[in-house]
């Protein structure tokens, strides 16, 4: 099974520039074109998170345009910059994106690999935490199936020494460890937000960090350091599950010369 994921395309609406000077659109649009080109195909693809840029109807009305291209199923999920009724409201078809008890959080349990989605949204913030409620739900929802899972969610239960976005993380961590810790089956805990791609032990298992289809966060690992974004290559994570193990790799967007050994 292949799993893509990208993460943090802040999409805006038509005509309209991120930051005053990101074209996120066409930037999420070259990245479908070329993860609609790959061989063989990912079985699904997910999107962690940061979905638009300020949440608004048309905003998501051109995410759904922009993804429109993909046949594989697609998995979505909110992060800070999301507004969650209007991300269900642009996508009717997708009843998953109904959650429970008021929170976009689902499992999908068609594939080899089960997928688990948790919401880590606090409305207003840009940090993320798990209530009792939401962690309550991961636990009951791990316990029901011992099949491999990802767990997926929008803020790493991480910090990174990058220091402006660790004050933006998951708050909680350590309630999540707790329950993580529980289940030896979760092969990956897979996240977005940080505009940047690191990996790190996180409660016996693996957290990783998907970079962002657009702009990057500087690579800044100085204390105290500001927030400073960079035009990096975009990128997105491929995980493979062999049926023993989860192997991932990133893939940079963009068109690159590639060459046989023995030409």
């Known amino acids: ?10 999409v805006v609406a038509e005509g309209e520039l991120a930051y005053g ?18 061989a063989p195909a990912p079985d699904v693809l997910i999107a962690t998170g940061d979905l638009t840029d300020h949440g608004s109807a048309g905003e998501y009305e051109m995410l759904a345009a922009l993804l429109a291209p993909l046949s594989m199923p697609v998995y979505l999920l909110a992060g800070n910059h999301d507004e969650r009724r209007a991300l269900q409201a642009a996508f009717p078809g997708q009843r998953h994106l109904c959650g429970e008890d008021g929170f976009v959080q689902y499992a999908v349990d068609d594939w080899p690999l089960r997928l688990v989605v948790l919401d880590t949204v606090v409305p207003g913030s840009d940090g993320g935490r798990l209530c009792a409620r939401r962690l309550q739900w991961l636990q009951r929802t791990l316990a029901a199936d ?16 990058l220091t402006a976005m660790d004050a933006q993380t998951l708050a909680n961590a350590h309630d999540e460890a707790v329950v993580i810790g529980r289940h030896r089956h979760v092969e990956r805990i897979i996240c977005g937000h940080y505009h940047r791609s690191f990996h790190a032990r996180f409660a016996g298992t693996i957290a990783s960090v998907c970079a962002s289809t657009a702009q990057q966060l500087a690579l ?3 204390p ?9 290559p975009p990128s997105f994570q491929l995980h493979l599950w062999t049926g023993e193990s989860l192997v991932s790799h990133t893939a940079v967007v963009g068109d690159y010369q590639t060459w046989s050994v023995n030409d």
């Open 220 to 222: 800044e690992l100085t």
């Open 1 to 10: 099974m292949l799993i893509c994921q990208i993460s943090d395309p802040h």
């Open 224 to 232: 105290g350091a500001g927030l400073r974004l960079t035009y990096e």
């Open 146 to 161: 011992h099949r491999p899972t990802v767990v997926a969610q929008h803020h790493p239960p991480l910090v990174s020494g």
């Open 21 to 38: 000077r990101v074209d996120t659109a066409r930037m999420l649009a070259r990245c479908v074109q070329q993860i609609g080109a790959m």
